[in-house]
């Protein structure tokens, strides 16, 4: 593949002036693929995937409690706004006490629930766009109710809970295809 030649030619002519060359790659499936279609090229593999490690997604209840936390509390959106990310887009129900994080039971059960009715079995491992993707959705649906005493809906949540792992399952279809 065109780009590991040139990672190739970089790796040489960096290591001409004694400069080594230190690479992670990061991605989907698809890159496991790129390392069978490379099996006669063992000087790729050898220099670029020598090692594979699985990075888990959001795998259980504590995991997600954390993002939430974050996503309430310490991300600011837009950038130097003032404003968290939850702030942001429920600022009357956020000033009313509302944070993600004491939503996170049905929050967890929803995208769980949604694993399940898309027959994805037991396993709880949820890619961070997934995540990200729900709990927008989620925050900009709820957004057009604001009000200082803000509920979220289980339908709400089972909605855009199936909707995000839909796209999960996409993006893995679309990788391995």
Not at 30 to 53: T, V
Not at 65 to 77: H, K, S
Not at 116 to 128: I, K
Not at 158 to 168: I, S
Request: glycine share 6%; proline share 3%.
């Amino acid at each position: 593949r065109e780009e590991y030649g040139f990672l190739m030619d970089l790796y040489n002519d960096l290591r001409a002036d004694s400069i080594r060359l230190k690479t992670v790659l990061v991605g989907q499936p698809s890159l496991q693929s790129d390392q069978k279609e490379l099996r006669g090229c063992k000087q790729i593999k050898a220099r670029f995937m020598p090692r594979w490690l699985h990075m888990r997604g959001v795998y259980d209840k504590d995991h997600l409690d954390r993002i939430l936390r974050a996503i309430d509390d310490e991300t600011e959106f837009p950038e130097n706004s003032g404003c968290t990310y939850t702030s942001f887009f429920v600022p009357n129900a956020f000033e009313g006490g509302f944070k993600l994080r004491n939503q996170l039971g049905p929050l967890w059960d929803a995208l769980k629930n949604a694993r399940r009715e898309c027959n994805l079995g037991e396993s709880n491992d949820f890619t961070m766009q997934t995540i990200m993707e729900f709990l927008t959705d989620v925050l900009r649906e709820i957004a057009h109710t604001d009000s200082p005493d803000l509920v979220t809906g289980d339908a709400v949540l089972r909605e855009f809970a199936r909707l995000a792992v839909q796209g999960q399952i996409d993006d893995e279809l679309e990788t391995v295809q």
